[in-house]
Nanobody
Framework: QVQVVESGGGLVQAGESLRLSCTAS????????MGWFRQAPGKEREVVSC????????YYADAVKGRFTISRDNAKNTLTLQMNSLELEDTAIYYC??????????????????????WGQGTQVTVSS
């Protein structure tokens, strides 16, 4: 059974940092493009960042470029999102997702589950002033 579990969310003040982790089990992690997505109250889900199977390609949404860093450890089946200089607008539920196959920016930017994807339940990030 495949499980994708996010952790590391919490309440921080603007300007602070937070590190999200995602652990996937029950699948061959290196076979999957991974992504972080978020959904704020009243807004549509949007992509935050994606990473190819062996980390050669990384995508960042304009809103987080220069502040967030995505990484993965295929030996540990773990995906990480380091979030620095957090802003009020970063408040959202953050989701980790696994997409089987080579990197596809269309999947990343679409921010919608497709057949065969695995998504976590999400972790809340709240940034206060």
């Amino acid at each position: 059974q495949v499980q994708v579990v996010e952790s590391g969310g919490g309440l921080v003040q603007a300007g602070e940092s937070l590190r999200l982790s995602c652990t996937a089990s029950g699948l061959t992690f290196v076979d999957y493009t991974m992504g972080w997505f978020r959904q704020a109250p009243g807004k549509e889900r949007e992509v935050v960042s994606c990473i190819s199977r062996r980390s050669a390609t990384k995508y960042y949404a304009d809103a987080v470029k220069g502040r967030f860093t995505i990484s993965r450890d295929n030996a540990k089946n773990t995906l990480t999102l380091q979030m620095n200089s957090l802003e009020l607008e970063d408040t959202a539920i953050y989701y980790c997702a696994a997409h089987r196959g080579k990197y596809d920016e269309r999947w990343c930017r679409a921010a919608n589950p497709t057949s065969g994807d695995y998504w976590g339940q999400g972790t809340q990030v709240t940034v206060s002033s």
